[in-house]
């Protein structure tokens, strides 16, 4: 196991589901590669998740000497974050929940094996 470097984005406004089906599209890939795929995604979600990797990268960089070229994604994870309370009214005097759910978005980087 060799070098690991993270990023943990946190309290992002968006359920986690949604962050969840893009950060499964750059697991395991090189990092100038997910970025480049992230940038012309139509998903919202696409934005938080590429600047938690550009933070995961620039750490290598300021922190261990790393270029970003030769890292990848060992792992992604969305999380859950708290989930705000409101409520509606609804019929008859009734009141409709509504669940306003939040994500943590984790990155972890690791060096590239030259095989």
């Known amino acids: 196991m060799g070098l690991e470097i ?23 890939r090189p990092v100038d590669e997910a970025l480049a795929l992230l940038r012309f995604l139509p998903q919202a979600a696409a934005k938080p ?4 990797i550009e933070s995961a ?21 969305a999380d859950v974050g708290p989930t705000m309370k409101r409520f509606r009214a609804g019929a008859r005097g009734r009141a409709k929940p ?8 984790t990155v972890v980087l690791s060096e590239l094996e030259e095989a």
């Not at 750490?59 to 994604?73: C, F, T």
């Not at 509504?98 to 978005?105: A, C, G, N």
């Open 6 to 28: 993270r990023a943990v984005e946190k309290y992002i406004p968006m359920s986690p589901h949604k962050v969840r089906l893009v950060v499964d599209l750059v697991r395991e």
């Open 49 to 52: 998740v590429s600047k938690a």
């Open 57 to 77: 990268a620039a750490n290598a960089e300021d922190v261990h000497g790393l270029s970003k070229s030769d890292l990848y994604i060992s792992s992604i994870a």
């Open 98 to 105: 509504i669940l306003k759910r939040s994500s943590h978005i």
